[in-house]
C-alpha cells in the first residue's frame, strides 16, 4: 500500500515545534529584567502597551524597568497612567510606592502602600515594602508586624526574610539577624540584598575574611548597582583598608553619581586617611546631594575640627545634632568644640548627652572627666576615671585607654606602664603610643626621655603636626626656645589653621625676644572666631610682662584678662597672669592677692612654685614682673 503524504502528513511529521507561540512583548520584558537589561525591557512593555493601551498591568511592568532605569518621571507617570486605568489595583499602587521610596517623602509612599493594603490585606509583597520604609524610619515595632505577615501569607519569601534581618540587626540583634539573612539567601541565593547585610555584620563582628566574601559575592550578582560597590567598601574600610575602600566607592560613582551615601563613605575614608581637604569637599557634596544627611554633616564637622575650623565645625556638630538627636559622636564633637575654646560650661552638657545616649563610650566619659577637672569639680572628674579605670585590658589598645585615663588622672608612672606594654605588644601603635608616653614622661619632668620618644614618632609619622608641637613644649620647658620656635613652624605648617599652635608660636617668640612677632601673631588670631581663654590669657602675659616699653601696654592687658577669666575663671594660670596685669598697672595689693591664690592651687609643679614666689616677692617690693628674653 502506498503511503499518502499529504500536507497534514508534513505537519504530523514535523512536531508540535512548528506551532510553538511567538514570544509576547510582556514575556520579552520579563525576561530582560532578569538578565538586567532594563532599556530592551522597557522597548518590550513599550510593545505591549501598543498592542492593549488600556491595560494598566503593562504600566505596571513599565514602571518597573524605567524605575530600575532611573527614569523617575517616566516611571511615575506609568504608575498613574495604572491607577487612572484600574484604580483598585493594589499593584499599581505597590509599584507607584515603590518608586517614591527614597525619591521622595517616605509618607507618600507609605500612603500609597498602605491603599494597596485595604485593597489586598494579604499583599506579602506590599507588607514586605512597607516593612523596608518603616525600618528606615526606625519604627521597628510597625515594621516587624507587617514583615511578619509577609512572612505568615508566604512562607518562602526570600526577601521578607531579608528586611526583617535587616530590622533584627538595625535593633543590635546581630545573631538573630544572621538567621533570617542566612535564610533568605537559603531560599533565593541570587538575590544580592542579605550578602549586603549579613556582611555588615561579620565586619562588626570582626570577621573580617567572612565580611569580604559576602561582599564579594554581592558584587559578582549585581555588578552594575553602585550598592553592590558601596557594600564592599563598607566591608574594605571597616577592615582599615581605606584606599581599597576608595577604589570601590569610585566603581560605585560611575554608576550613579547622585547618590549622597557613596561621598558620604569617601569622606570618611579620607577622614581616616588624613585628607581633611579632600573629606569635606567630598562630605560637602553628600550634603549638596541630601541636606539631611546627619552623619555627613558630622563627618564634614569632624574634619573641620581635625583643621582647627573650630568655629565652621561647631555648625556641623549643631546640625547634625539637629537631624539626629542621637548621634554620639556629633555630641562629642560639639563638647570638644566648646572644651578647645575653654568654655566648659557649655561642653559638659554635650559630653553628659553622649553618655546618656552610649554609657560605655570611652571618649565621652574621658573627656567630661577632664572637662569635670577644667572646672574644678574634682570629685566628679575622679569618679568619671574610676569608671573607666575598672575595665582590665585585653588588647593592645586596651593599655592605650587605660593610659589616657592615668594621664588624666595625673598618674604618669602607670600611663608609662601601660604605654611601654601596648608598644610591646603591637608595633602598629607605636606613633600614638610614643606620643602619649612623652605626655607621661614631660608630667614627670623626665624631658630627655620625652624627647627621645617624640623624636620616635615623629619618625614614624612626620606628617602629625600634634607631635611637632608636643617637642616645643618639651624644649621650652627645657628653656630651649630657637628649637621650640623650629618646632612650631612645622606643626603650623602642617596644620595652618591651628590657632592652638599659633598661640604657642607667639609665646615662644617673646621667650626668644621677638615681642613685635609675638603681638602680630596674637593680632592675627584676633581676627579668627578661634579665641579661647588661652589666647586673652597670653595676650595679656606678653602686654604685661614682656621687657619691652613699646609692646608693654596694662590697661589692654586688664581687658584680655576679664575675658579669659570669664571663660575659664577656676585656672590657676589665669591667676598667675592676673597678678602680673595687676602689678603692671601698679595695684600690688591685688598682685599679691592673685599671685597667693595662684600658689595655693595643689597642682603647682616645683618650677611653677618657684617662679611664682619670685613673682610675689617682687609684687611685695611693689615692683612689677618683666619676662626677659630666655628667661
Not at 545616649?357 to 574644678?376: C, H, K, M, V
Request: net charge neutral; proline share 4%.
Amino acid at each position: 500500500m502506498r503511503l499518502r503524504c499529504g500536507v497534514s502528513s508534513v505537519f504530523l511529521l514535523l512536531g508540535p515545534a512548528i506551532f510553538a507561540a511567538e514570544e509576547t512583548p510582556t514575556e520579552r520584558g520579563d525576561a530582560a529584567m532578569k538578565a538586567g537589561n532594563y532599556t530592551e525591557a522597557a522597548a518590550a512593555y513599550t510593545d505591549a502597551i501598543n498592542r492593549e493601551p488600556n491595560k494598566a498591568g503593562h504600566y505596571i511592568d513599565r514602571t518597573a524597568a524605567y524605575d530600575l532605569l532611573n527614569e523617575i518621571e517616566k516611571a511615575l507617570a506609568d504608575a498613574n497612567k495604572a491607577i487612572e486605568l484600574e484604580p483598585k489595583n493594589a499593584e499599581a499602587y505597590d509599584a507607584r510606592a515603590w518608586v517614591k521610596y527614597t525619591r521622595k517623602p517616605n509618607e507618600e509612599a507609605l500612603a500609597d502602600l498602605t491603599k494597596a493594603l485595604e485593597l489586598e490585606p494579604k499583599f506579602p509583597r506590599a507588607l514586605n515594602r512597607r516593612a523596608r520604609i518603616l525600618a528606615d524610619e526606625r519604627r521597628f515595632q510597625e515594621a516587624l508586624a507587617d514583615v511578619n505577615k509577609a512572612l505568615e501569607y508566604a512562607e518562602d519569601y526570600a526577601d521578607a526574610y531579608t528586611t526583617r534581618g535587616n530590622i533584627l540587626y538595625l535593633q543590635g540583634k546581630y545573631r538573630k539577624a544572621i538567621v533570617d539573612l542566612s535564610t533568605a539567601i537559603g531560599f533565593d541565593p541570587e538575590q544580592p540584598r542579605p550578602y549586603g547585610i549579613r556582611s555588615r555584620i561579620w565586619s562588626y563582628w570582626n570577621e573580617h575574611k567572612s565580611a569580604f566574601e559576602d561582599a564579594d559575592k554581592i558584587v559578582r550578582l549585581d555588578s552594575k548597582n553602585y550598592r553592590s560597590f558601596l557594600v564592599r567598601a563598607y566591608a574594605q574600610d571597616d577592615a582599615g583598608k581605606f584606599e581599597p575602600a576608595l577604589a570601590d566607592l569610585d566603581e560605585a560613582r560611575k554608576r550613579d553619581d547622585k547618590i549622597a551615601e557613596i561621598y558620604k563613605e569617601k569622606a570618611f575614608c579620607l577622614l581616616n586617611l588624613k585628607k581633611f581637604d579632600d573629606a569635606i569637599t567630598e562630605a560637602s557634596t553628600a550634603i549638596h546631594l541630601q541636606q539631611g544627611f546627619a552623619e555627613a554633616w558630622r563627618i564634614r564637622g569632624t574634619a573641620l575640627l581635625a583643621e582647627w575650623r573650630l568655629g565652621e565645625a561647631l555648625g556641623d556638630f549643631s546640625m547634625a545634632l539637629g537631624l539626629n538627636p542621637d548621634d554620639v559622636r556629633a555630641a562629642i564633637g560639639r563638647g570638644t568644640v566648646y572644651f578647645y575654646w575653654t568654655q566648659f560650661q557649655k561642653a559638659l552638657p554635650d559630653f553628659d548627652a553622649a553618655l546618656k545616649i552610649d554609657p560605655q563610650s570611652f571618649e565621652a566619659r574621658l573627656w567630661r572627666g577632664d572637662t569635670y577637672n577644667q572646672l574644678g569639680r574634682e570629685e566628679k572628674a575622679r569618679a568619671d576615671f574610676a569608671q573607666l579605670g575598672k575595665s582590665t585590658p585585653g588588647k593592645p589598645d586596651g593599655y592605650m585607654r587605660r593610659a589616657l585615663v592615668y594621664l588624666a588622672e595625673g598618674n604618669a608612672d602607670a600611663a608609662i606602664a601601660d604605654l611601654t606594654e601596648a608598644l610591646e605588644l603591637d608595633k602598629t601603635l607605636a606613633p600614638v603610643a610614643y606620643a602619649l608616653r612623652a605626655s607621661a614622661n614631660s608630667k614627670k619632668e623626665n624631658f630627655q626621655a620625652a624627647i627621645e620618644d617624640l623624636n620616635k614618632a615623629i619618625e614614624l609619622d612626620p606628617t602629625n603636626a600634634n607631635n611637632f608641637n608636643l617637642r616645643s613644649s618639651v624644649c621650652n620647658r627645657l628653656k630651649r626656645f630657637p628649637e621650640a620656635l623650629e618646632d612650631t613652624r612645622k606643626a603650623i605648617q602642617l596644620a595652618p589653621k591651628n590657632s592652638g599652635y599659633r598661640l604657642n608660636y607667639a609665646y615662644y617668640l617673646s621667650r626668644a625676644g621677638d615681642y613685635e612677632g609675638a603681638r602680630r601673631e596674637l593680632n592675627q588670631i584676633e581676627e579668627t572666631a578661634d579665641k579661647s581663654a588661652w589666647y586673652y590669657n597670653n595676650l595679656a602675659w606678653l602686654l604685661a610682662t614682656a621687657d619691652d616699653d613699646k609692646i608693654r601696654n596694662g590697661p589692654e592687658a586688664e581687658e584680655a584678662m576679664k575675658e579669659a577669666l570669664r571663660l575659664w575663671p577656676n585656672e590657676p594660670r589665669l591667676w598667675d597672669t592676673q597678678a602680673a596685669v595687676c602689678a603692671e598697672l601698679s595695684r600690688f595689693e591685688e598682685a599679691i592677692k592673685w599671685e597667693k591664690r595662684y600658689l595655693a592651687a595643689k597642682k603647682l609643679t616645683a618650677e611653677q612654685r618657684k617662679n611664682g614666689l619670685e613673682r610675689l616677692n617682687l609684687y611685695q617690693k611693689r615692683q612689677p614682673y618683666r619676662q626677659p628674653p630666655g628667661g
